[in-house]
């Protein structure tokens, strides 16, 4: 087998409704695929390039129009090759990603404005079952490295809003528990509204449990986008989310919450996590109800970051969550036409992994310009600004690798190194069979201070994917018309008239 | 037995007939009303006969296949459908600058006097203008900006840039290296051997003229100004040759045909695009020798500002939702065309069409009777 066969070729697999699919990384799509089309692939392919008349006489036992078929398909896909585009060459320098930030980063800037919190959520990242990243303090920003941190952030949007008018600046309050440090979120929108013409959008993080009349009450007048780490029904919420003397705290949070949803505020979410013992039939019941706030985002218990969270739970407990898992999917789809649209937390379950698989992934392109392998970000994309000031990547990330502080700004170099560094680690990459679905980002990989190899961390990854490439396919083959409907960007205008 | 097409081809249906436009060899397969039913059920999943002959027709053309199941095909495309919607900079790709409105000759076919070319926007025009001209440290300023956006195609053009040509020539040259492509347009009789020697190297030179003869060039874009009756042999015009048509106040709309011109070509990358910007004011904007922003050359009266007292960043910043509604001004939201199965690949000029209608989303110039079934 020669080289073009490896990257013209890749996964095959086929569902269990009986049809075969191949994988072709090279241009980030799922085509058709069959026995005979593979037998084909290998003829043309092998060491000894061969015409069509050769194939068919070599195949004589399958059916002449077949291979003539394939032969010809295969000879035209060949030619999507053209329409490739090539990546950043690596190693780069401070200009390339100034030019890439400068233009396209700077989307937020998040300010840790305390490590203290007044949870001990049993899943949070900064408690003592994650290796790699801090621990709760009672440490608080400052107003004057707040402010610092402001106008670097603004003074780089100004600066730089010739290469993108129309960004739009965020600033994101974040903890621990940001409402135990409200008086500085609220000196600092007094200090942009007095220094800065800015349309500023503002971004909270928080447990919920502070969210009193009166701050909720501020945070609306100020158009503040509130994402609430509400988990679910009470005996859900209450088994993750719990205060430092382990008592629940779900009654708190939906009496704050209360208020709000009453008043018809729209900018509030919710953040659910959930693992291996949550119910999911629960948990998509309890956020159907209207006094929920909608999911933002829903994420399983982080595995990274030196994650010993699961060391808890027994094969039995993750064999059970698998069929549970399967039971709701089940559930979803044989009642998709009653859905409830806009509301149901399995849409997210069953329906987003499908839509970013087929129509969110780069086709042709490499996924990121800068950073061509895995989906992470690039480094000053979005600031996130610990309580004293440093720069780190965001606030998912060790902060291990810092990238500037508020006296100095972005460091571009330790940026470019990072980038190095990253890209250096990925030694599986260049021959994996997934790259143009890889999720993965800096989060997956870094350890205290470095990163682990992706050839480790990836090692069973393409046998994942492939079983998750199974079950997206043969969903697709059933619902192929509801599937494509979430393919909300062109799909209207492409479809008009299909209508019986 | 099932049949669907393969990734590479996109089946658009207009509102009688549909099309399949295959995106690897960028060819076009036109549709009976009958063949359009018969695709619509196979790209709907449904259960199909295998001894039809118009799908067999399509698998020996490596268009489809049959499949003993229910199949999900994905459709080959460009990069991804939501990632650009993420805080992303405006995608303005294509600026026309006039950097002047003077012209001492009065050309029969000129904008000035009122009369309507299909390509007037890469012609040269004089247009009637009192206020005072930006000057060359100003025009300088605007190519730095266009530059700091990402523009990547300019198209120079005026009047008559011959006119103050060192000026011209300075601006070319303070252009140089930062675009990708640059054009500029000069009258065939403005030329000279200097002119030519000037741009050598330096730009894509387009040369308006009104006679055939003039066009003795192989390495130049030329622009031809005709009347679509005077135009005989269609089928030997040069490669390098644009038909400028001249399009009259009063059209026969019986003998539109006249001015039909064959589709352009296309690929994956314009056929996308075409799904969601239209297909010529998408991503551009002219700026006038006054420094009034247009979003189109010819459509004097879409000003979004001027850059005398603004930068090109203020006008995204404060009318980008306006900017936007004419780059995604496709031609689903134009009558006519938002029925029929070749919107993706069609030419469209709103100004010659407002013009000529009186409306934004009118459709004159196109004898297709879509609405009707008719082609």
């Not at chain 1, 739970?313 to 409830?340: P, V």
């Not at chain 2, 001015?259 to 690929?267: E, G, L, T, V």
């Not at chain 2, 001004?329 to 069609?346: A, G, P, Q, V």
Request: aromatic share 14%.
């Amino acid at each position: 087998m020669n080289n073009k066969f490896k990257r013209v070729c890749m996964m095959e697999f086929e569902t269990t409704n009986g049809n075969m699919y191949m994988w072709n990384d090279e241009v980030g799509i799922f085509v058709p695929f069959s026995d005979t089309m593979k037998a084909v692939r290998d003829e043309i392919y092998g060491e000894n390039a061969t015409s069509l008349e050769k194939v068919i006489k070599k195949l004589d036992f399958s059916d002449k129009g077949e291979i003539t078929y394939c032969y010809n398909w295969l000879k035209k896909w060949e030619k999507v090759k053209n329409q490739f585009h090539n990546s950043q060459n690596h190693p780069l320098n401070s200009m390339d990603i100034k030019k890439f930030i400068r233009r396209e980063g700077l989307k937020q800037l998040t300010l840790c404005i305390t490590e203290d919190c007044n949870f001990r959520c049993k899943f949070c990242i900064y408690s003592d079952d994650y290796d790699y990243t801090r621990v709760h303090s009672g440490r608080k920003m400052s107003l004057s490295i707040a402010k610092k941190a402001i106008d670097y952030y603004l003074t780089l949007i100004k600066n730089n809003s010739k290469y993108n008018p129309i960004r739009k600046p965020a600033i994101g309050f974040y903890g621990g528990e940001p409402l135990l440090n409200f008086n500085l979120i609220k000196k600092c929108v007094q200090y942009v509204d007095s220094n800065y013409e800015n349309k500023m959008l503002y971004a909270l993080t928080t447990n919920g449990s502070l969210l009193d009349k009166q701050k909720s009450k501020w945070l609306m007048e100020n158009d503040f986008i509130i994402s609430v780490s509400l988990n679910g029904p009470e005996n859900e919420h209450d088994r993750l989310r719990v205060y430092k003397d382990g008592n629940g705290s779900y009654r708190d949070v939906m009496e704050n919450i209360g208020p709000i949803m009453e008043y018809g505020y729209e900018n509030i979410a919710s953040l659910p996590v959930y693992d291996l013992k949550t119910d999911l039939f629960e948990l998509n019941n309890f956020f159907n109800e209207k006094n929920v706030p909608y999911v933002g985002m829903l994420s399983e218990v982080s595995r990274y970051q030196g994650s010993k969270y699961y060391d808890q739970f027994t094969e039995e407990d993750r064999l059970k969550f698998i069929e549970h898992l399967k039971n709701a999917k089940k559930s979803y789809w044989e009642n998709i036409e009653n859905r409830n649209s806009g509301k149901s937390i399995f849409d997210l379950f069953f329906i987003k992994p499908i839509r970013r698989m087929l129509f969110e992934k780069n086709m042709l392109y490499p996924q990121n310009n800068i950073l061509p392998f895995t989906s992470t970000c690039v480094p000053g994309n979005k600031i996130f600004v610990d309580v004293n000031g440093t720069f780190h990547i965001c606030e998912r990330v060790s902060f291990g690798h810092p990238i500037g502080n508020v006296d100095e700004g972005l460091n571009f170099a330790k940026i470019v190194k990072l980038i190095d560094d990253y890209f250096n680690h990925m030694d599986k990459c260049h021959e994996c069979e997934i790259q143009h679905q890889c999720s993965y980002c800096f989060q997956h990989f870094m350890t205290k201070n470095g990163f682990e190899y992706s050839s480790k961390i990836c090692e069973n990854r393409e046998i994942d994917m492939k079983e998750a490439f199974v079950s997206i396919l043969e969903t697709a083959e059933i619902f192929s018309e509801y599937i494509d409907d979430n393919n909300y960007f062109k799909q209207n205008n492409i479809n008009k008239y299909w209508g019986d | 037995m099932y049949f669907r097409l393969n990734p590479e081809c996109y089946f658009i249906k207009g509102m009688k007939q549909g099309a399949i436009f295959d995106m690897i060899d960028c060819k076009i397969y036109a549709l009976s009303p009958k063949e359009t039913e018969i695709l619509t059920s196979c790209e709907k999943n449904k259960i199909i006969d295998k001894e039809d002959d118009f799908l067999k027709e399509l698998r020996s053309r490596t268009l489809g296949t049959f499949y003993q199941n229910k199949q999900y095909i994905q459709k080959l495309r460009f990069g991804s459908f939501i990632e650009k919607e993420l805080n992303t900079p405006p995608e303005f790709y294509r600026a026309f600058l006039q950097i002047n409105d003077k012209c001492d000759k009065n050309c029969w076919f000129c904008g000035y006097n009122g009369l309507k070319r299909s390509l007037g926007c890469l012609g040269c025009n004089k247009w009637e203008n009192k206020d005072k001209p930006l000057d060359l440290k100003k025009w300088k300023e605007i190519i730095e900006e266009l530059y700091d956006l990402g523009c990547n195609e300019i198209f120079f053009n005026g009047g008559d840039l011959s006119i103050n040509w060192d000026e011209t020539m300075e601006i070319l040259e303070y252009s140089q290296g930062k675009f990708i492509n640059t054009y500029i347009t000069l009258h065939q009789h403005n030329l000279s051997e200097k002119i030519i020697k000037d741009l050598k190297n330096k730009t894509n030179l387009i040369i308006q003229t009104e006679d055939y003869n003039d066009i003795k060039f192989d390495n130049f874009l030329y622009l031809y100004v005709t009347k679509p009756e005077f135009l005989i042999n269609k089928e030997n015009i040069k490669e390098n040759v644009m038909i400028d048509f001249i399009i009259e106040d009063k059209i026969d709309l019986d003998n539109l045909a006249k001015y039909k011109k064959d589709f352009p070509q296309f690929n994956l990358q314009s056929f996308l695009n075409n799904i969601e910007y239209h297909p010529c004011l998408g991503h551009t904007l002219t700026i006038c020798s006054n420094g009034d922003v247009l979003s189109c050359p010819m459509m004097r009266d879409s000003n979004l500002g001027n850059l005398k007292n603004k930068t090109l960043s203020n006008i995204f910043r404060e009318k980008f939702d306006e900017i936007n509604k004419i780059w995604k001004l496709n031609l689903d939201n134009i009558e006519k065309c938002t029925c029929c199965e070749f919107r993706y690949i069609c030419q469209d000029c709103r100004a010659l069409e407002k013009k000529l209608t009186g409306r934004l989303d009118g459709k004159l110039l196109c004898n297709c009777r879509k609405e009707k079934g008719e082609v």
